[in-house]
Every structure is written in C-alpha cells, then in structure tokens.
C-alpha cells in the first residue's frame, strides 16, 4: 500500500491559542506527532495541512513535507475533516500526480501516541476488507451513555439514550461495553475520501487503545496535564 500520513494543523485555534506549536516538553506539540510519523516505516509521506506559515515552517523543521498551504476557508472552527483532506488529495494528485492508497489522519492534539498503534492500525486496514479503521477508548462507569441523562423542554430528566431504563444498570459489571472515538489514529482509503458521502464510509472498524496514550490536548488544563506526565515519564512515544 502506497500510505500518507496528514497531520492537520490550522493556525487559528481557539481554545488554546497557537497551540499547534505550543511547547510541550521542550519542542511543539506538533512536533511529537511529525516525530512518531516518521519513525513508522510503512508510512511513505508525512504531510502537514495548515493555512499557517509558521506552523509550516516548525514542521518543516522537525521533517514533515508542506507542499501547499491550505486555503483559509479550509481552516476554520467549522470546517470538516473531509475537506481539508479531500484538498489535500486533489492538490497532490494534480501537482505531484501522487496517488496514496490510504491516508493516515494523525491529529497534533494526541502527542502520546506511538509507532505501535499506527502500525496495529495499518495492518487491520491490510487484513480487512474495511473503509477505515479509527482508534478508540473503552468507556467505563460514570461515563457510560448507558448512565447519562438529558433535559427535556420542561427540565425534567431524561435517559440520554431513549428506552434504556437506567436503573437496570446499577452497576458497572452490567453496562454493554462502549467505546469513544479518540482521534489517535484513523486510517482511511483515499477512494472513499474522495467518492463516498460519508468520510469514513459504510465498512468502519474499531481498534481499543489505552487510555494513557489517548489524552487529548483542547484546553490549558490538558496541557497541564500533559507535562505534568511528561516530566514523570520523559518522553511521548
């Protein structure tokens, strides 16, 4: 398989500002997503999709290639993945006539992810006649849908999933196993980024990863977080 990996990183983040390449154990936290990239061999091309010049001359940097910069209707709070990825594909295949078979979507935000969980995903995606493969986190005990309520109009609640009678799940042992979408890894054919309506089409399959490699960076708190792990442990991947 001819494999590229896309690491999008839009200059105008809100939550955390700048934080694409915000330090983060003494380098950008990009820069642990280029690394781990790199250092996963069946991987043919690391690419980074920002609208930012200077996010694109730190990944240029740390290794990534940036051949293009993306279009500032691209980059906004709203903008689905599909279409920065479909851009990317479109411009690759007209300027470069490179064609990849699958493209790995690596999020900037997930810097504990390692080489291992790229290549788990890489060889599901060989070994099974799937759309996409995409990483996830088993849900437990208070977080569990199964446990959740909502407010209705009046402020009374309700099952957050409609027919589930909340008291028959009084305990943990009985919950049906759940799974949360992590963004660590998700692996998809450039086909179906290209010519299905759903970006991760119709065939999706599920790879659990712990959740000590998923934490995820949105907010001040994540980043506090993060290095606090950081100076324990000494390294992301």
Same mark, same amino acid.
């Given at each position: =398989?001819?494999? &590229?990996?896309?690491?999008?990183?839009? +200059?105008?983040?809100?939550?955390?500002?700048?934080?694409?390449?915000?330090?983060?154990?003494?380098?950008?936290?990009?820069?642990?997503?280029?690394?781990?990239?790199? %250092?996963? %061999?069946?991987?043919?091309?690391?690419?980074?999709?920002?609208?930012?010049?200077?996010?694109?001359?730190?990944?240029?940097?740390?290794?990534?290639?940036?051949?293009?910069?993306?279009?500032?209707?691209?980059?906004?709070?709203?903008?689905?993945?599909?279409?920065?990825?479909?851009?990317?594909?479109?411009?690759?295949?007209?300027?470069?006539?490179?064609?990849?078979?699958?493209?790995?979507?690596?999020?900037?935000?997930?810097?504990?992810?390692?080489?291992?969980? $790229?290549?788990?995903?890489?060889? =599901?995606? %060989?070994?099974?006649?799937?759309?996409?493969?995409?990483?996830?986190?088993?849900?437990? *005990?208070?977080?569990?849908?199964?446990?959740?309520?909502?407010?209705?109009?009046? +402020?009374?609640?309700?099952?957050?999933?409609? *027919?589930?009678?909340?008291?028959?799940?009084?305990?943990?042992?009985?919950? &049906?196993?759940?799974?949360?979408?992590?963004?660590?890894?998700?692996? $998809?054919?450039?086909?179906?980024?290209?010519?299905? +309506?759903?970006?991760? *089409?119709?065939?999706?399959?599920?790879?659990?990863?712990?959740?000590?490699?998923? &934490?995820?960076?949105?907010?001040?708190?994540?980043?506090?977080?993060?290095?606090?792990?950081?100076?324990?442990?000494?390294?992301?991947?």
């Amino acid at each position: =398989m001819i494999i &590229l990996a896309i690491i999008p990183a839009r +200059g105008g983040s809100k939550g955390v500002p700048r934080k694409n390449i915000r330090p983060l154990g003494g380098k950008p936290l990009i820069a642990h997503t280029i690394e781990v990239a790199l %250092k996963t %061999k069946e991987i043919g091309r690391v690419i980074v999709s920002t609208d930012d010049e200077e996010i694109r001359m730190v990944a240029l940097g740390y290794g990534a290639e940036v051949p293009f910069l993306r279009p500032k209707e691209l980059a906004q709070d709203d903008t689905p993945d599909r279409h920065y990825l479909v851009h990317a594909l479109d411009w690759l295949r007209v300027n470069e006539h490179y064609i990849p078979d699958v493209v790995l979507l690596l999020r900037p935000t997930s810097p504990f992810r390692r080489v291992e969980h $790229i290549e788990r995903v890489l060889v =599901m995606m %060989k070994t099974m006649k799937a759309d996409s493969i995409r990483t996830v986190t088993l849900v437990e *005990g208070t977080q569990h849908p199964y446990w959740m309520y909502h407010l209705d109009d009046a +402020g009374r609640a309700r099952p957050f999933i409609e *027919g589930i009678e909340i008291e028959k799940y009084y305990r943990r042992q009985l919950l &049906l196993s759940a799974y949360r979408l992590n963004g660590l890894v998700d692996c $998809i054919k450039s086909e179906v980024i290209l010519h299905h +309506g759903r970006l991760y *089409g119709d065939d999706m399959r599920l790879l659990p990863t712990p959740a000590s490699a998923s &934490l995820e960076i949105d907010t001040e708190d994540d980043f506090t977080i993060c290095q606090a792990l950081l100076n324990t442990h000494g390294s992301t991947n």
